[in-house]
């Protein structure tokens, strides 16, 4: 374990550490063990108690893996097996940056745990506090564009009924119009003027209640009766 990377991280650090060395079992098993120097690290630095948890019980908390300049978020995983009570955790994600026996230092930075695989290139490690902070500098951006979209007010408004019922009896009388004239229009050009006078408005002439709008007429004197839905779309609509 190079010993300039331990002292560079050490330097940027303002928590104890633990380093421990992870075997091909472990990546296997996606499971650690946590050794006693790694409980007491948990312990002192008041991130996690296996002493106050139950048998065949887990917990998650978040946690940050610094690699390669990038600071990811990741989740890591305390309990006990079913049947042992032997402290075990698992850092999801880890296996994408390390190999059988690589190192790890898990540290806290900032009150947040982070994790270091130390199989990198010191380059990557000599900032690792602006890393750490730009990762959740745009989380907490996101966060709170999140929030500000939930929480978004819409303004009230008050709805003229009055008017707008107007408008829609106005829009009603236009398409009955329309209509009366056109019947009337048909039977012209047919040569029926006789029929095209008896053409009627009935819900002009008689009101709403008959069930139909205009009375109309065929080429042979039959009666039409027409009911007249109109709307603001286009002729085809």
């Keep these: 374990m190079p010993v300039q990377i331990i002292q560079l991280l050490l330097n940027q650090i303002d928590s104890s550490n633990v380093v421990f060395n992870i075997s091909k079992r472990m990546l296997k098993n996606s499971e650690m063990n946590a050794t006693a120097p790694i409980r007491e690290f948990l312990s002192n630095e008041s991130i996690?108690?296996?002493?106050?948890?139950?048998?065949?019980?887990?917990?998650y908390m978040e946690c940050v893996i610094l690699?390669?300049?990038?600071?990811?978020?990741?989740?890591?995983?305390?309990?006990?097996?079913?049947?042992?009570?032997e402290a075990r955790f698992w850092i999801y994600g880890l296996n994408k940056f390390t190999n059988p026996n690589d190192d790890i230092l898990i540290a806290k930075l900032e009150?947040?745990?982070i994790v270091v695989p130390l199989n990198q290139e010191v380059k990557h490690l000599e900032n690792i506090k602006e890393v750490f902070r730009s990762t959740f500098l745009n989380l907490k951006t996101k966060k709170e564009l999140k929030r500000r979209?939930?929480?978004?007010?819409?303004?009230?408004?008050?709805?003229?009924?009055?008017?707008q019922a107007l408008i829609n009896t106005r829009l009603g009388l236009d398409g009955e119009l329309f209509v009366y004239f056109l019947e009337r229009q048909k039977l012209i050009d047919l040569e029926?003027?006789?029929?095209?006078?008896?053409?009627?408005?009935?819900s002009e002439t008689e009101g709403d209640g008959l069930g139909y709008d205009i009375l109309s007429f065929d080429f042979e004197g039959n009666e039409k009766y027409i009911e007249v839905k109109t709307t603001k779309g286009t002729c085809n609509t």
């Design 48 to 59: 996690f108690d296996y002493n106050q948890m139950a048998d065949a019980h887990k917990e």
């Design 67 to 85: 690699y390669n300049s990038r600071s990811i978020v990741a989740k890591i995983r305390f309990g006990f097996p079913p049947i042992k009570r």
């Design 111 to 113: 009150d947040q745990l």
């Design 149 to 163: 979209k939930r929480s978004k007010k819409y303004k009230a408004f008050k709805k003229d009924h009055i008017n």
């Design 192 to 202: 029926r003027d006789d029929l095209a006078k008896l053409v009627e408005h009935k």
